[in-house]
Structures are given as C-alpha cells and as structure tokens.
C-alpha cells in the first residue's frame, strides 16, 4: 500500500498551548468507544476561530506554498488514561490523521508501523467493546483483550516512534498503520482526522541561472 502523504512532526505548534490546555479545561468531554479516555465535541462546534487555525497551520506544513487553504476534519480535544490494553495498531478513515500533545512533561507519543503481510484481524472488533464498557470487564477478560492487542500488534513492525512532547505536532496518511504508546499518566491531545483539503498554491519561482 502506498501512502498519499508522508510523516511530519513539527514542535512548538501553539504560540501558547498553556491557553490551549484552559480552553479544554472549560468544555465536556464523553466517553468514547475509539480509546480508553473521552473525547469533546468536534472543535468546529466549540471554538471554530480555533478549529481553522488547527487545521490550515497543518495543511500548510504540508503545502507551504499555500495561498488559499479549505479543510473539512473532524477536530477533537481527547484525554486518554494509563492501560495496558490501549495501543492498537490501526488505521483511521479520511486523508490525514494529525495529533498535538499538550501534555507538559509528556512522553507517550504514536508509532508508525509497516504490515507484515496481509491479514484479516478480529480481534479489533473485541477492542471497541471493551473500550467502551472496560469497568465491565473481570480481570480474566481484561487478561483476554490483552492477549488480543499482542496478536493484532505482532501483524506489524515498527518503523517510527514519535515522542509525545509537548506541544508537538505530527500528521501523517490516515491509512498509515498506527499506535498510541502506553501512557504512563492522563494524557491530553488534539487529534484531526482531515478528510477534505482544497488548496491553492502560489506558482513556482524558477531562476535559471
């Protein structure tokens, strides 16, 4: 499988990310099903000045000759908690998946991982269900999901590992094969998943001297 967009991780991505982490402070966050954590709702609907200023500074690390820039993503503020059954390799649907870590001190990031073959995996369905009811689970099952995420993740290498530092930002193909690292604290990030990008682009310079 070949990947429309490549890696990119850039530091000091909010000018104050301090304001960023009181925004979060102030909305909802609700269990979701897709990590062991909560999400809020998509950032357009809480703070849209916020949510363009996200996404176009993204897309413009990518195309940094960007005139005019339209994104469509799903743009969340997310808090994840220590357990040994989170990190799932996995991709996302849309064009692009882009996280900035806005936890200081952090160090629980994402890895980027290559398919050893191809395969079908069950065992990502049983992932959902226990993210979404895991104070549910005896420890014998919890023991059960383990043992599946160490077959999922034994399907692929890793190739990256991406250090959760603070106010980061990496983005990469959403069909990247992916996984959160383990964190050891809460862990609180902006996650995107970009799913159009309309961009027009200044014409090329050419000196031919």
């Given at each position: 499988?070949?990947?429309?967009?490549?890696?990119?991780?850039?530091?000091?991505?909010?000018?104050?990310?301090?304001?960023?982490?009181?925004?979060?402070?102030?909305?909802?966050?609700?269990?979701?099903?897709?990590?062991?954590?909560?999400?809020?709702?998509n950032i357009h609907d809480i703070d849209k000045k916020?949510?363009?200023?996200?996404?176009?500074?993204i897309i413009n690390f990518i195309y940094p000759s960007?005139?005019?820039?339209?994104?469509?993503?799903?743009?969340?503020?997310?808090?994840?908690?220590?357990?040994?059954?989170?990190?799932?390799?996995?991709?996302?649907?849309?064009?692009?998946?882009?996280?900035?870590?806005?936890?200081?001190?952090?160090?629980?990031?994402?890895?980027?991982?290559?398919?050893?073959?191809?395969?079908?995996?069950?065992?990502?369905?049983?992932?959902?269900?226990?993210?979404?009811?895991?104070?549910?689970?005896?420890?014998?099952?919890?023991?059960?999901?383990?043992?599946?995420?160490?077959?999922?993740?034994?399907?692929?290498?890793?190739?990256?590992?991406?250090?959760?530092?603070?106010?980061?930002?990496?983005?990469?193909?959403?069909?990247?094969?992916?996984?959160?690292?383990?964190?050891?604290?809460?862990?609180?990030?902006?996650?995107?998943?970009?799913?159009?990008?309309?961009?027009?682009?200044?014409?090329?310079?050419?000196?031919?001297?």
């Open positions: 499988m070949v990947n429309l967009f490549g890696n990119l991780c850039a530091d000091n991505f909010f000018d104050n990310p301090y304001e960023i982490i009181d925004i979060s402070k102030k909305i909802n966050f609700t269990k979701t099903k897709y990590i062991i954590g909560s999400r809020s709702e916020l949510y363009n200023y996200i996404n176009k500074k960007a005139k005019e820039v339209t994104v469509k993503a799903d743009t969340y503020f997310q808090k994840s908690y220590p357990n040994k059954n989170d990190g799932w390799v996995h991709t996302d649907p849309g064009l692009i998946t882009a996280i900035i870590y806005l936890t200081p001190g952090g160090t629980s990031g994402t890895s980027i991982f290559d398919a050893k073959q191809e395969f079908n995996l069950p065992q990502q369905l049983n992932k959902h269900k226990y993210f979404e009811n895991l104070e549910k689970y005896t420890d014998k099952e919890k023991k059960l999901i383990y043992n599946d995420k160490v077959i999922n993740n034994n399907h692929y290498t890793k190739t990256i590992d991406y250090q959760g530092k603070f106010n980061r930002m990496v983005a990469f193909d959403a069909k990247a094969f992916h996984a959160a690292e383990v964190c050891d604290k809460e862990r609180l990030i902006i996650i995107s998943f970009i799913d159009y990008i309309n961009v027009n682009v200044f014409p090329a310079i050419f000196n031919g001297n």
